[in-house]
């Protein structure tokens, strides 16, 4: 798991075909569970289940309710977060690019990339005002510091945003 767990990652990565997760599967809820048990009203720890999920709520919801585009599962604009996410993490956090690619690599092997346009782009963007995690009208992500370590409440610049798209695409 991305925000708790390197060698667990290390053994999702692995996978060639997502027919075999049935025992990882039970892993990631007892990783959640542990998570949510310590923290049930989601005041500090809890936050970190959040990575991936600011934009990947905003891009879900964005596809939901557009007339363009592909309609997405959760997992698949989660995905989308998650890659995107890692991005602002290397200049927020100081991960390192390698494992930024390295989480790229992966989700895209399972998910295809979604075609996201400008436009798409703005919208998304124009959606985060809503996510849950705001405080005080500012966006908060939770984002890695490297693999198996999450750090919360970071409010990413715009113009981070944005990259984030541009290394979605590329």
Not at 42 to 69: C, D, M, Q, V
Request: proline residues 4%; contains cysteine.
């Amino acid at each position: 798991m991305l925000i708790l767990d390197k060698t667990y990652w290390k053994e999702l990565s692995a996978l060639e075909t997502l027919d075999t997760l049935d025992t990882l599967i039970h892993r990631s809820v007892q990783l959640k569970e542990e998570v949510v048990r310590t923290d049930p009203k989601e005041k500090g720890l809890r936050k970190i289940l959040n990575f991936g999920h600011t934009l990947g709520h905003a891009i879900e919801s964005h596809f939901l309710t557009g007339e363009s585009g592909p309609t997405l599962l959760h997992g698949e604009a989660i995905a989308a977060g998650m890659i995107m996410e890692a991005f602002i993490s290397v200049s927020m956090c100081q991960m390192t690019q390698a494992e930024c690619d390295e989480i790229k690599t992966v989700f895209l092997r399972f998910f295809p990339r979604v075609p996201i346009t400008a436009e798409d782009q703005t919208s998304i963007l124009s959606l985060l005002r809503y996510d849950k995690k705001n405080a005080h009208g500012h966006v908060l992500f939770a984002l890695l510091e490297a693999i198996g370590k999450a750090r919360t409440d970071q409010e990413v610049p715009p113009e981070l945003l944005h990259a984030s798209f541009d290394y979605y695409r590329e």
